[in-house]
């Protein structure tokens, strides 16, 4: 794993989820639900995108104008490469998905092991701004309560975590019993990169 890379997408991605940006700028989200006995999946993505109003090169600041309200400041660390190639009237884009995968063990197993895979990448030199990550954690649950009336299945994490579902499939409480083994996987990945505006068009800042 690329540690920079994942510490300026960290530094991005937080400097981006401030409320300002996350009300005021274009966003979508799409949850999409994928459902059988003995196995679900959801997914979620959000899009922001804000316009690029000024860049201060001395300090490191973008400004960044949303659709509606007030401009945010985000300040690039030193490891964003190609900072030059950022101007006024671009256009900064992030994609952020979420997903989580629980399905029925057919076996049960005593590994109590959490495992944490992790990729990271950014532009090569002399290509537009841009980086990616993505992180994927997976362990194994215990189901400790099946509720059909609430429409609740209760997991058990390796570490002593419940977490209560809700669960609309009702052929789902035929198929998942208390003691029953769930191997429950966890995505998160968001990129960034940046668009060139309209060359047409005149240019903002100073």
Do not use: C, W
């Not at 590994?111 to 990271?120: K, L, Q």
């Not at 215990?142 to 009702?170: C, F, H, M």
Request: aromatic share 2%; net charge neutral; no cysteine.
């Amino acid at each position: 794993m690329n540690t920079k890379s994942t510490m300026v997408l960290a530094l991005i991605a937080a400097s981006l989820a401030t409320a300002a940006v996350a009300q005021q700028a274009g966003t979508s989200e799409t949850p999409v639900v994928t459902s059988e006995p003995g196995r679900v999946k959801a997914v979620s993505t959000a899009e922001i995108t804000a316009k690029v109003a000024a860049v201060d090169k001395a300090t490191r600041t973008v400004t960044l104008q949303p659709p509606s309200g007030d401009a945010v400041d985000v300040v690039a660390p030193p490891e964003v490469r190609n900072f030059d190639q950022i101007k006024p009237g671009d256009t900064l884009a992030v994609r952020y998905q979420q997903a989580i995968e629980l399905a029925l063990r057919k076996t049960k197993t005593a590994n109590e092991d959490v495992s944490v895979r992790e990729e990271a990448q950014r532009a090569k030199l002399g290509e537009r701004p841009s980086a990616a990550h993505q992180r994927q954690i997976s362990a194994v649950a215990e189901v400790t309560a099946v509720d059909p009336g609430k429409k609740t299945i209760t997991l058990k994490g390796p570490q002593g975590n419940v977490a209560v579902l809700d669960v609309n499939n009702p052929d789902q409480f035929k198929a998942v019993h208390v003691g029953d083994q769930v191997d429950v996987t966890y995505t998160e990945a968001v990129a960034v990169s940046v668009e060139p505006g309209d060359a047409t068009q005149p240019k903002e800042g100073k």
